[in-house]
């Protein structure tokens, strides 16, 4: 029953999951003594992204909202630098770096749009 959900429907979700199946696919390159270490960090992180869009799209209230697309930012975040610090350790190619980073930058801008949007409503409720 896929696409039943809210967050289905948004396009920053399918950014966000996008970004964590090309995260699983590099770091599967790394040496095998970064599994519980930078393997693990990078791909919590980028699953936090996609996983807090969902859940602030199930939340009714817009501050709930801004509140979880903040978070998705700050966890997208984390993965871009912690894919710069596995580049400058040779773990990450230049190729699967700068591939990353289009799509990482892209779902950063839309979602600074997402939570400004969601501030000027809820300024706009608050003024109502």
Same mark, same amino acid.
């Given at each position: 029953?896929?696409?039943?959900?809210?967050?289905?429907?948004?396009?920053?979700?399918?950014?966000?999951?996008?970004?964590?199946?090309?995260?699983? +696919? !590099?770091?599967?390159?790394?040496?095998?003594?970064?599994?519980?270490?930078? !393997?693990?960090?990078?791909?919590?992180?980028?699953?936090?992204?996609?996983?807090?869009?969902?859940?602030?799209? +199930?939340?009714?209230?817009?501050?709930?909202?801004?509140?979880?697309?903040?978070?998705?930012?700050?966890?997208?975040?984390?993965?871009?630098?912690?894919?710069?610090?596995?580049?400058?350790?040779?773990?990450?190619?230049?190729?699967?770096?700068?591939?990353?980073?289009?799509?990482?930058?892209?779902?950063?801008?839309?979602?600074?749009?997402?939570?400004?949007?969601?501030?000027?409503?809820?300024?706009?409720?608050?003024?109502?």
């Amino acid at each position: 029953m896929r696409g039943a959900f809210v967050y289905h429907k948004l396009q920053v979700w399918h950014l966000a999951k996008d970004i964590v199946i090309d995260v699983y +696919g !590099v770091t599967k390159k790394f040496p095998a003594e970064e599994k519980f270490g930078l !393997v693990s960090q990078i791909t919590r992180a980028a699953v936090s992204v996609a996983s807090n869009i969902a859940e602030g799209a +199930g939340r009714t209230s817009r501050k709930d909202q801004a509140h979880f697309t903040q978070l998705a930012y700050g966890s997208l975040m984390e993965v871009a630098c912690q894919l710069e610090i596995a580049s400058d350790l040779g773990f990450v190619t230049d190729s699967d770096l700068n591939e990353t980073y289009i799509k990482v930058n892209s779902l950063a801008e839309k979602l600074s749009a997402l939570r400004s949007s969601q501030l000027k409503m809820i300024a706009r409720n608050e003024i109502e």
